[in-house]
């Protein structure tokens, strides 16, 4: 299989190339399973989350490790938005996407109990990847139903233009 070298935080991973549209391949970073990578990048993103950030804000799946190890520097809460429906969600946010990224809709779930942990709170959003910004843009609508207020929007790699301003720390080429 085809690789790509990327680096992060002074670590470096030979990822594959996969082609989620015809004729545009991009390396695929995988954070999952990966702590060393994961500790880097949450290194390489703390200074960029703004001061007075009371909680982050995820996705799943990739981003929850470094979500949570950056949550744990920086001793702050965070939460995660599902990708999929739980039967024990009670009165959840239900935010659908559009990501260019996958060339499908998706929908975002997040139980009421969760959603609470945003009420009134500064909110930073983090991501591995950001693309489109599909699903920042989600993300930012899901915060704002909650009763929060987005205070940054952060990811480990930007890969494209995305359509809001996102702070990364490391390019991803569209090869
Ligand atoms: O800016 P966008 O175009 O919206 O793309 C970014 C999204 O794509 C990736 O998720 P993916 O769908 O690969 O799911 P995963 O996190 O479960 O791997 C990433 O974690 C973001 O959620």
Redo the contacts with the bound molecule.
């Keep these: 299989m085809e690789t790509y070298p990327i680096t992060i935080g002074g670590v470096t991973r030979h990822v594959p190339l996969i082609e989620p549209l015809p004729g545009r391949r991009i390396p695929l970073v995988?954070f999952?399973g990966d702590p060393e990578l994961v500790r880097a990048a949450a290194q390489a993103l703390k200074p960029l989350v703004p001061a007075g950030t009371e909680v982050l804000f995820t996705?799943?799946?990739?981003?929850?490790p470094l979500t949570h190890v950056l949550a744990e520097e920086m001793g702050l809460p965070y939460v995660v938005a599902r990708?999929r429906r739980r039967p024990y969600m009670e009165d959840p946010i239900i935010q659908e996407?559009?990501?260019?990224?996958?060339g499908v809709g998706?929908v975002l779930w997040l139980d009421r109990r969760f959603a609470e942990k945003l009420l009134n709170q500064k909110v930073t959003l983090i991501?591995?990847?950001?693309?489109?910004?599909?699903?920042?843009?989600?993300m930012e609508r899901m915060v704002l139903r909650a009763g929060g207020r987005v205070v940054g929007r952060i990811?480990a790699f930007r890969?494209?233009t995305?359509?809001l301003e996102?702070l990364t720390v490391a390019e991803l080429p569209v090869l």
């Design positions: 995988e999952l996705t799943e799946t990739s981003p929850i990708r996407v559009q990501t260019l990224t996958l998706e991501s591995d990847v950001v693309s489109s910004g599909e699903t920042m843009k989600a990811a890969q494209g995305p359509a996102v």
